[in-house]
């Protein structure tokens, strides 16, 4: 149980061009995500929370302009990465809190954007 | 100070050997921990999850708590080169706080 869905896996766009990443909750309802961004070898970096309903909350130095959030319905969040450039290049991760201290959050898959 | 710490690593042990793997924190109102796992180009999973003081068991791993001293542990029994990745240790209080975790080796 528990299992949040990333998609693309894998994405490259051209320089200037924007990119969407969905993240759905599948089997629980998630009133909050979380969006990270991890380059290689560095550990995860909060970037923003996605709460339903409402607007994100972003981590400071995170800009809410490039990095759209839309927290729609209880099952999904997207992440629109705006006029992308190189430096954007990243695995994005999305998160949720399953409701429970067993399982903690639970991770989608990753997604892979490389800019050229 | 962050609020939870790890030794970044790496670290390297022989197969079949007992992988330790430390973690400590400074918020004293987190109420549950976890250890997840992240290969290489791959998204966190999670192993183990505790939130009572003492020792929790699952197969190969023991996850260890003692809040006196605001200190997480995993123990990987009989590690496998399948074991070789980083592990991340995090606590939650209203939100989950991640270590930046411990890179682990397994040499066959």
């Known amino acids: 149980g528990a299992v949040v869905s990333q998609h693309p896996s894998r994405v490259i766009c051209k320089s200037g061009t924007s990119v969407k990443i969905e993240c759905r909750s599948l089997d629980f309802q998630a009133t909050t995500m979380f969006w990270y961004r991890q380059f290689p070898k560095q550990s995860l970096m909060l970037m923003a929370t996605s709460n339903e309903g409402s607007k994100a909350t972003y981590e400071q130095g995170v800009e809410k302009d490039k990095f759209l959030i839309n927290h729609a319905s209880l099952t999904l969040s997207t992440l629109t990465v705006t006029s992308a450039h190189p430096e954007d290049s990243s695995f994005y991760i999305c998160?949720?809190?399953?409701?429970?201290?067993?399982?903690?959050?639970?991770f989608g898959s990753g997604t892979r954007l490389t800019v050229v | 100070q962050k609020e939870v710490e790890q030794n970044s690593g790496p670290l390297s042990v022989p197969e079949g050997a007992i992988a330790s793997l430390n973690c400590t924190y400074s918020d004293r109102g987190s109420q549950s921990f976890f250890w997840y796992r992240q290969y290489s180009g791959k998204s966190p999973e999670l192993i183990m999850s505790i939130y009572s003081n003492g020792d929790k068991e699952d197969g190969r791993f023991t996850a260890q708590l003692n809040k006196a001293s605001q200190y997480v542990s995993l123990l990987i029994r009989d590690s496998q080169p399948s074991d070789s990745a980083t592990y991340l240790c995090a606590g939650y209080n209203n939100d989950m706080r991640f270590g930046a975790g411990t890179r682990l080796t397994v040499k066959p």
């Open positions: 998160s949720a809190w399953t409701g429970t201290f067993n399982y903690g959050y639970t």
